[in-house]
């Protein structure tokens, strides 16, 4: 077993990557990812690869697009706002098919906003990111090691499905330095028959593009692409259970605030209160058949959020509004506190009429 080693979660995302087989980077400085972008500008020389850092985040973006449709395994990171500059080249490669992964380690917005940790890209991750129908996987990390496992898995489910996958990190993660392994990824084979890489006079030429003219064809493409989605829903989502079994609170949160409701939910069970968390690993597919589940044990759910409050909608949309949903958040750069968030979940107790 490979030794652990003291690294930056944004280090560990770089040299997962690596480990994964990308051996093209393509970004732009911006914090509080730009350790991604430093790492692999001395890495990727040493070993043959290739880094670039692109004029612009849209050009990043597009030469993602030329890289991937060769077959190649090829990545990109950013932080808020220049997610949002590559929102029409994610919506691109969702056109064509092509597979990638794409790292947001989070600021506080909207706009330029601030350099703080912030969840407030969910909706953007989620629920498309660019114009058109299409999804894209999207992985949360709460820890350094899952900043590299989700990395290397990320890059698997993108090459599976053809599809992009987002490590979605707050800034704490990428900042934060824990012991991580960097482990050796199971060999995987996976069918690249459709990428351009000269036909030798043994095949057709293969097509790279997201233009389709005819309207029957285009809407054919888009209905067998969400064919693919409701697969992944039903054999990817990924989400971690801590004291559920007896849990009558159910609390929901992703990155750094699961690890603070983590601290929180232990004060409360010494008061005598049944809370457990649902942590969601995949933001998309969302793991809605397991909030679902705990629906029918509690009485009352609590989203924990670095942002104004949007993860709670999808909460809301697996349980069927069944029962109430709480917010406990912060914004604009600021975590919650344990005590705020044990504050909150000795509310939902005394109303739920939970034991004390």
Not at 70 to 80: H, L
Not at 258 to 286: D, H, M, S, Y
């Amino acid at each position: 077993m490979a030794e652990k080693v003291l690294m930056k979660g944004n280090e560990a995302i770089a040299e997962a990557a690596i480990e994964a087989g990308c051996r093209h980077y393509f970004g732009y400085p911006i914090t509080p990812q730009t350790e991604v972008a430093a790492y692999m500008s001395k890495r990727m020389p040493k070993i043959g690869g290739t880094f670039l850092q692109a004029e612009s985040e849209i050009a990043a973006i597009n030469m993602v697009y030329g890289v991937s449709s060769t077959g190649k395994r090829v990545m990109t990171s950013s932080s808020s706002p220049g997610i949002s500059l590559k929102a029409e080249g994610l919506s691109y490669l969702a056109g064509a098919d092509l597979p990638a992964l794409v790292v947001n380690v989070q600021r506080g917005g909207p706009g330029l906003g601030g350099i703080q940790p912030s969840q407030s890209d969910y909706f953007q991750a989620t629920k498309g990111g660019g114009h058109g129908d299409y999804r894209m996987i999207v992985l949360a990390p709460a820890s350094v090691q899952e900043m590299a496992d989700l990395t290397m898995k990320g890059f698997d489910l993108a090459d599976k499905y053809r599809m992009t996958a987002m490590i979605l990190a707050d800034g704490t993660m990428g900042q934060m330095m824990e012991p991580v392994e960097i482990k050796k990824p199971q060999a995987q084979a996976f069918d690249k028959s459709w990428a351009v890489t000269g036909t030798r006079g043994q095949r057709s030429h293969n097509v790279v593009n997201s233009l389709f003219l005819s309207p029957d064809v285009l809407e054919r493409t888009n209905f067998e692409r969400y064919e693919r989605y409701r697969l992944i829903e039903e054999t990817e989502s990924m989400a971690e259970r801590y004291l559920m079994d007896d849990a009558e609170i159910c609390v929901v949160a992703f990155g750094i605030a699961a690890r603070v409701a983590k601290n929180a939910i232990a004060e409360a069970r010494k008061a005598g209160i049944r809370v457990g968390l649902i942590r969601p690993i995949t933001l998309w597919p969302f793991p809605a058949k397991q909030l679902a589940a705990a629906a029918q044990t509690c009485h009352s759910f609590l989203s924990v959020e670095l942002s104004m409050g949007q993860m709670i909608e999808d909460i809301r949309l697996a349980i069927e509004c069944k029962r109430p949903v709480a917010l406990c958040n912060r914004a604009g750069g600021i975590i919650p506190s344990p005590d705020e968030v044990y504050a909150k979940i000795v509310e939902l107790a005394k109303n739920g009429g939970a034991d004390k």
